[in-house]
């Protein structure tokens, strides 16, 4: 039977988008086949059906996520009441449901509805439906008292009316409070209980959503900048030296087009990061002449100029009822929203409450879920090199917001500090001396060059390569790059991984693995993994990135090195060693070869379930297997997959990523006794969160 979530609240105001997508994100890290139905809905656009419907891969057909519209519900109420109006919505409903294993169902918004009675109409929607119900309570601008008195109302609204609550949650509360109203609550109801602070940055909209609204013309800046938040608003009439005191972090300069030494003023004060501003909007219908725009554009590239044709008072009235959306044009907002729901609810605990039986399926984004799971479970810290990379950056604010890991980003620090504000990414990077107080993830910078650490390293370097010719003074050039840095601090214990290669070759970023934290004792050579998450399994494939024609002994050594990756990310080994031909069906030296590599897996790990030489189509298809090779424990449903030379592991990687739509995850390096991952110079900014993720896990997994 489907298991269905039934979100809704009591009132306007609860932000409870936040907590809908919480839902979600829980119920796809378990099952492959969820729904999203909103019952009754605004007339337009729906932007967050719109990013559920992205960020989720949803399959749904579009045109089933929604009930019917608000003027036709109420006119069908009016007419011929409320039993016909939820029977409608019920059978659109099981149109849905059938197809699929869970429903997260989206309640109404008590906007302008034209229904009454709202909260007994989602109460009876939700027996309705079967589904489980889960109340939101709005908190902004209440006390603590209020909010403890609003959640027990809520609760005894919703079990009065015969709904199986399983939680209830006290959103966009003020900070000040939330602990107070955790405090009251803990025991006063039978089912969990959570309190989610206000965040600024969720309710701060952005520069393109003020374009948007105001219908803004856009004089200067680049997406990044439209896509900054607008924390505040800064009003400029006074003189220069009376003005740029005012500024704060990511404010809306709004001041008369014609103060062009206001504009001047604040994009500087920006691009020498004092503070970082989100823009300027300029009022009066008035233009800047072209030199000023020329000087505006050099001065702070990307930060946008935007101009409205009113004046700065009805502009400012039309700011302040702005709001931040969820939208799919915003993940970052997502992210902001899943780190904080993540952050302030029991996420296990809630997941047994929704009673959502786990998919034997395993789809690239339960896998991905998965990954991210499990790293936040014992937090590590990773080093990330490139740290003034725009997708480094972007990922680091996913990484921090998602508790995954803590970070150190290494660079010139203004530089950093720079790139992240002209980004409009939020790090609130720790100073150099500043301690943690550990309860949430955190990032500082280091400067290589700058750093302390320098000279330490240094020495260590000359001492490890001294060998090699290496002298003190040549070994103080070398640890300032970064990826010497980077390796260094992780051999020595300050940081649990190190991720790079976004703007660095492989070999630049493994080099410096191999002289400083060189292989396990029981790894004959460092090798990779990527982990291919197709529609319906993951797969790892093994080596695609390093070795270019490992021997037979290299062979086994990858084989038995991949069946351990595979293993510690939850995928069931069974290893094909591939080759061009099945069995005894080829001979050569390159069969030989494969052959001989099976033999020693064998020998070396009696354990293993290994199958070798086998084409690639009996090791994966059970059909093609029952021919060639019947009654093996392996052909047809093999695992891990280890190609004969880096010629044939990278193009089929690569073959199967694009014809078959497969996400592929690494290179995973296996083999280093410290973890460090490579990245592809063309990687997205999830493909960094994952590959760190998986380097926290490591990290993990070898106690470090």
Same mark, same amino acid.
Do not use: W
């Given at each position: ?53 992205? +960020? ?23 007419? @011929? ?11 659109? $409903?099981?149109? =849905? ?5 869970? =429903? ?19 109460? +009876? ?35 009065? /009316? ?20 955790? +405090? ?6 039978? %089912? ?105 554009? +050099? ?13 700065? $008072? ?10 931040? @959306? /969820? ?10 929203? /899943? ?12 997941? %047994? ?14 896998? %991905? ?109 070398? =640890? ?39 292989? @396990? ?9 990527? $982990? ?28 038995? *090195? ?61 059909? =093609? ?7 093996? %424990? ?19 990687? @690569?073959?199967? *990523? ?20 490579? /990245? ?25």
């Amino acid at each position: 039977m489907t298991r269905s979530v039934y979100v809704t609240g009591i009132g306007r105001g609860d932000g409870r988008q936040v907590v809908e997508l919480g839902v979600m994100e829980l119920l796809t890290r378990r099952i492959d086949r969820v729904a999203v139905f909103r019952p009754l809905a605004h007339d337009g656009a729906d932007p967050l059906l719109d990013l559920l419907r992205s +960020r989720y891969r949803l399959s749904q057909p579009p045109g089933t996520m929604v009930g019917m519209g608000y003027d036709e519900a109420a006119v069908l109420q009016a007419e @011929k009441g409320t039993d016909e109006l939820v029977s409608q919505l019920v059978d659109r $409903f099981h149109e =849905v449901s059938r197809d699929y294993e869970a =429903v997260l169902v989206l309640g109404t918004d008590y906007a302008d509805t034209g229904l009454p009675a709202e909260l007994a109409l989602n109460a +009876r929607l939700a027996n309705e439906l079967g589904a489980v119900v889960l109340p939101v309570v709005a908190g902004l601008d209440q006390s603590a008292e209020s909010v403890v008195a609003e959640v027990r109302n809520a609760h005894h609204a919703f079990t009065s /009316l015969g709904c199986e609550v399983i939680a209830t949650i006290a959103n966009r509360v003020r900070d000040s409070h939330t602990a107070e109203a955790a +405090r009251a609550l803990g025991g006063h109801l039978p %089912e969990p209980v959570y309190v989610l602070p206000e965040e600024p940055a969720l309710s701060a909209p952005t520069v393109q959503q003020i374009v948007d609204e105001l219908g803004a013309e856009v004089l200067l800046g680049d997406p990044a900048g439209l896509a900054r938040d607008c924390r505040d608003f800064v009003f400029g009439g006074a003189m220069l030296p009376t003005f740029l005191p005012a500024l704060t972090d990511g404010c809306l300069v709004v001041t008369p087009g014609d103060r062009a030494d206001l504009i001047v003023g604040a994009l500087a004060s920006h691009s020498a990061g004092a503070p970082p501003i989100a823009g300027v909007l300029l009022t009066l219908g008035e233009r800047p002449g072209p030199e000023t725009l020329q000087l505006a554009a +050099r001065l702070a590239p990307g930060t946008p100029v935007l101009a409205v044709p009113g004046g700065s $008072f009805p502009t400012a009235g039309e700011l302040v009822t702005l709001q931040g @959306k /969820l939208n799919a044009a915003n993940p970052r907002k997502a992210e902001i929203a /899943l780190g904080l729901f993540e952050s302030h609810v029991d996420t296990g605990r809630l997941s %047994e409450r929704l009673s959502v039986a786990r998919s034997g399926r395993v789809t690239p984004m339960m896998f %991905e879920h998965e990954l991210i799971e499990r790293s936040r479970t014992s937090r590590r810290h990773v080093v990330l090199p490139e740290g003034t990379d725009e997708r480094v950056l972007r990922a680091a604010d996913v990484l921090l917001r998602r508790n995954i890991c803590d970070l150190t980003l290494l660079g010139p620090d203004a530089a950093v500090r720079k790139r992240a504000a002209d980004l409009g990414v939020q790090l609130n990077l720790l100073g150099p001396h500043e301690i943690p107080d550990g309860t949430s993830a955190t990032a500082r910078v280091v400067d290589p060059a700058e750093s302390p650490l320098r000279e330490r390293f240094a020495e260590l370097y000359a001492k490890l390569r001294g060998h090699r010719g290496v002298t003190y003074e040549l070994a103080y050039d070398t =640890v300032a790059e970064v990826s010497y840095f980077g390796t260094l601090m992780v051999q020595e214990g300050l940081a649990d991984g190190m991720v790079s290669g976004a703007a660095h070759s492989t070999a630049a970023t493994i080099r410096p693995a191999f002289e400083i934290i060189k292989t @396990k004792p029981d790894a004959s050579i460092v090798s990779s993994v990527f $982990f291919m998450c197709l529609a319906d399994k993951v797969l790892v494939y093994g080596d695609c990135a390093v070795n270019p024609d490992p021997d037979a002994e290299q062979l086994a050594d990858i084989a038995i *090195q991949s069946a351990a990756t595979a293993a510690q990310f939850g995928v069931e080994p069974r290893i094909a060693m591939l080759s061009y031909s099945t069995g005894t069906s080829g001979s050569g030296a390159d069969v030989d070869k494969v052959r001989r590599a099976t033999e020693l897996v064998r020998e070396q790990r009696p354990d293993l379930l290994v199958e070798g030489p086998i084409q690639y189509d009996a090791a994966v298809e059970p059909s =093609v297997a029952a021919t060639k090779l019947p009654g093996s %424990e392996v052909a047809g449903q093999a695992t891990v997959l280890i190609f004969p030379d880096l010629n044939t592991g990278n193009n089929t990687y @690569k073959a199967v *990523q694009r014809s078959a739509g497969a996400v592929a995850v690494g290179p995973v390096l296996q083999g280093l006794r410290k973890p460090v991952n490579d /990245l592809s110079r063309g990687a997205l900014v999830p493909d960094i969160v994952t590959t760190v993720a998986i380097t926290a896990i490591q990290a993990q997994e070898r106690g470090v």
